[in-house]
């Protein structure tokens, strides 16, 4: 297979990062890449779908990766995953591994081990610049159901129209299923008991990263990964329903500028140069001279340890970090001045953050299970919505009108191949029912 072949495959596929933002994974093979590092980190509390994946898929991805090596001419394959969850793994194909490109890399049980700058440090040393992606490392992140999505494409040519999604938290039995992309949320949770929802809210991702649900409008993507259950009275769903307003106005009032935001953030202790306090304080004091505490927030990557552990407040400087660097990005302003770590902060080893502290700091110790059951479920929905952006870049343009005919993996979406975007299939046999400027619906 040529380069090229398979970056195309790709893209027909319609493959995107399954568990972050959603990165056209064509666009990130390059023959710059020396090291494919698999994050097997399953991050979050609470999220189990890569587990499912990594224990029933495992010689499937390995076979994938010495494609991914052998056609990008890179030198090895890392799968990295947490020491405590090597039990999913096959022991005969791990120890078919040895002396091969392919090789299992243990990393800490900490958070957020999945976020591609730590999982990068903590598999391979090397530091990812300030503003810069994987590739500049050498390096290619790629989550484990990607190479599982990129395995069925390249067997197969099966695209992607179905996804694997958890359902946890405050419920009796948390589940892994795969679902049609599409599906509306509401829809799944009534087809695997969880309608009553009278008293609770729904989160899309994990419970520090995940936004809320609204139950009405939103559908499964290829983004979705885990679909968590909490009182509307939990913390968490408080946190994430406070509007930015007030937000703001809680942290100009009882901010003390003790630091810990960003003493604790865990690419400060990587060495980047993101000063959460900082930001923090231009923000809700409206400090617009002072540039620089806006344009660091483009280093932050959300992954709120500064609010759940860091500060002692009870504040949010996830959320105000993350609303900041949406507001620049919006405006095309770029952070100029980033640096080149070259070793982390000595202080690192003491910070990290364990899964377990997080878990009891998040008040969700009585939500984790100690099994997750993958349930076979034939979901056959009457209607799905599928979304012309589940992905970074540009949205896809519909090549479907209503009234169209089309069945299951034809292409209903596409975004040009020359922009960084992908393309979209009919998870469903039906007729194209409506065409909006967010979906192209298919009724069966």
Known sequence: ???????????????????????????????????????????????MVDHHILEHHLQALVDTLNVLIDTMGADEAIIGIKGKNMHLLDTKIVASLEGTKVRIKEIPDIYPAGDEVVLTYETTGKIIPEGAIPVMVGVMVINVETVYNIHCAITNGQ??????????????EDITVKVPVGMKIKALLEATGHGDLD?????????????????????????????????????????????????????????????????????????YNINVHKTVRAASHSEVTDSESFLQSALCCGCGVCTVIGCQQMLDPQKISMDVKGALGRKGLRRQNNQAPQQVRPERASRLVSSSVLIDRLGIRKYVKAHVERKYIDFAPNEVYIELKQHVGKPASATVKVGDTVKVGD?????????????????????????????????R
């Open 411 to 443: 292409v209903v979406a596409q975004t040009a191949y020359e922009d960084l975007g992908t393309t979209m299939h009919a998870s469903i046999d039906g007729k194209v029912k409506a065409v909006t400027d967010r979906f192209v619906i298919i009724e």
């Open 1 to 47: 297979m040529t380069f090229e072949e398979l970056q195309k495959i790709v893209y027909d596929a319609g493959i995107v990062g399954a568990g972050g933002a959603g990165f056209p994974t064509h666009r990130k093979i390059s023959d710059k890449v020396k090291q494919i590092i698999v994050n097997a980190a399953e991050c979050e509390p609470l999220m």
């Open 159 to 172: 695209p992607v129209t179905q996804k694997y999604v958890t359902i946890g938290g405050d419920v009796d």
């Open 199 to 271: 008293g609770k809210a729904v989160i899309n991702g994990g419970p520090m990263m995940g936004r809320l649900v609204d139950l009405e409008n939103d559908s499964v993507t290829k983004t979705t990964k885990g679909l968590l259950i909490f009182p509307e009275t939990h913390s968490i769903i408080q946190r994430k329903r406070m509007p930015i307003s007030m937000t703001l106005k809680r942290a100009s009032a009882a901010c003390c500028n003790c630091t810990m935001c960003s003493d604790m953030c865990p690419r400060n202790l990587l060495g």
